[in-house]
C-alpha cells in the first residue's frame, strides 16, 4: 500500500516538474527584448510591446510603440547593451520587471546607465509591455 501511494504521489508531481514560472517566462522575455534589440529584430520587438504602450526613455522623452520600435532601431553598433539584477513580480494578469541596463563602449567601459521598470499584461497565454519608465543612474 506504501509503494502504491508513494506510486501515485510521483505520477502526480511530474506534470509540475519542467514547467516555468510566470517569473521564469517573463525573465526569458526580458531576454529575449534585448537579444531583440541587439540584432534590430523587428518582429519581436513589435511582438512584445503592446499596441497601446506609453512609456518614458531615461532621457525623459514619451514615446508610444512606433517612436519606441524606431528608438531601439537606431541605436549604434559600437556600443554593448547588457542587463542585470533582472527581476519580475507578477500580480495575476498584471507583472513588473525591474533591473539596470548598462550600455558599454566595444572596449568595455561603462559609457552609460540606467534603471529600469515595465509593466507587463498576460491576455490569453501572451505577455506584452503596456508601460515602461527608465532613470538614468548617475556615476560618482
Not at 534590430?40 to 518614458?56: E, F, H, N
Not at 506584452?128 to 543612474?137: F, K, P
Request: charged share 20%; aromatic share 6%; hydrophobic share 40%.
Amino acid at each position: 500500500m506504501k509503494s502504491l501511494f508513494a506510486c501515485l504521489l510521483c505520477i502526480s508531481i511530474l506534470p509540475c516538474w519542467g514547467q516555468e514560472t510566470p517569473e521564469q517566462t517573463l525573465l526569458k522575455m526580458e531576454d529575449q527584448r534585448l537579444q531583440a534589440i541587439i540584432t534590430k529584430d523587428t518582429a519581436t520587438i513589435l511582438k512584445i510591446y503592446d499596441d497601446r504602450y506609453q512609456g518614458v526613455l531615461a532621457s525623459g522623452q514619451t514615446v508610444d510603440k512606433p517612436k519606441l520600435v524606431e528608438f531601439h532601431l537606431s541605436g549604434s553598433p559600437h556600443i554593448t547593451i547588457s542587463m542585470e539584477d533582472v527581476k519580475a513580480a507578477v500580480y495575476g494578469s498584471i507583472a513588473i520587471t525591474s533591473g539596470k541596463q548598462l550600455n558599454k563602449a566595444k572596449s568595455g567601459h561603462v559609457i552609460g546607465q540606467s534603471k529600469f521598470i515595465r509593466v507587463w499584461q498576460k491576455s490569453g497565454d501572451r505577455w506584452t509591455v503596456i508601460r515602461s519608465q527608465g532613470t538614468i543612474v548617475v556615476q560618482d
